[in-house]
């Protein structure tokens, strides 16, 4: 997967970015320069006027910032298939009124676009778009009636790729994490898919270590329970530890000082820009 740091060189090399500080920050705590990986998650895509969140124009935009991954949403409809949707009604992001999950796919592609004029997109097409991005997944398994049997077969169909012998292929697959609130729906993810990384939303509270352990490969946390010493204990866990969707810096700062593995936000570019400033300088 492109690296938020591969982009910059060639941005730089390009003179794109040549006002941007070549040095840490004087706000970096020791030890926080980036000598080691961290990934800028576009929160539902590079959201704007023009690009509805969980839309294909928002998923590409953030790709053309330099996200390293981008977080979506996704729900059953009626047929089984899984939508690219956060709410379980389609009124606000979408030209319809109604339940996600009273419509077919095909009826909900056919008479609803989003706010921006696209298509609302299935998992599916999502998925391989993001492939061809090369950018990676962080799909948010929504709480809804309608996960049936078919809807985790298109959820696995969704994440695979032709030919995941392939290591250059299946490299795909190992870029999509699965998350969700519901402990529930992340064992049953886990059992569906248990070569793809599930992760446990800890919405508004810090979790035990013991508690994470239980429930997922990973936990993402609310910036406010965020800490080092908690971090350590989930890494030594063998746990992957996720940063929740913010927009402040300081929150940026925090996840990065207590060794997290990516940060989400709204405000993708900036984001993108301030972890640049974090690089060491190349010899």
Known sequence: MRTTSLLVAVLLALGVLATAPTTARADDAPGTTATRTFEVVAHRGAIGPHRTENGMRALRHAAALGADRVELDVRPTADGRLVVMHDALLDRTTDCRGRVGARSLARIQKSCRLRDGSEVPSLEVYAAEARRLDVGLLVELKLAPGWSRRAWRDL??????????????????????????????????????????????????????????????????????????????????????????TDRRTDWQRYLHAGLDSGSTDRTGDMVRWWHRRQPVAD
């Open 156 to 245: 696995r169909d969704s994440v695979a790729v032709p030919d995941a012998s392939d290591p250059v292929e299946a490299r795909g697959r190992a870029e999509v994490r699965l998350m969700s609130f519901n402990p529930g729906l992340l064992h049953r993810a886990a059992k569906a898919l248990p070569d793809v990384a599930t992760i446990w939303i800890a919405h508004r509270f810090r979790p035990s270590v013991r508690q994470a352990r239980r429930t997922a490969d990973g936990v993402s946390l609310d910036p406010r329970f965020v800490a080092p010493r908690l971090v350590r204990q989930l890494r030594a866990a063998g746990l992957l530890v996720l940063g929740q969707a």
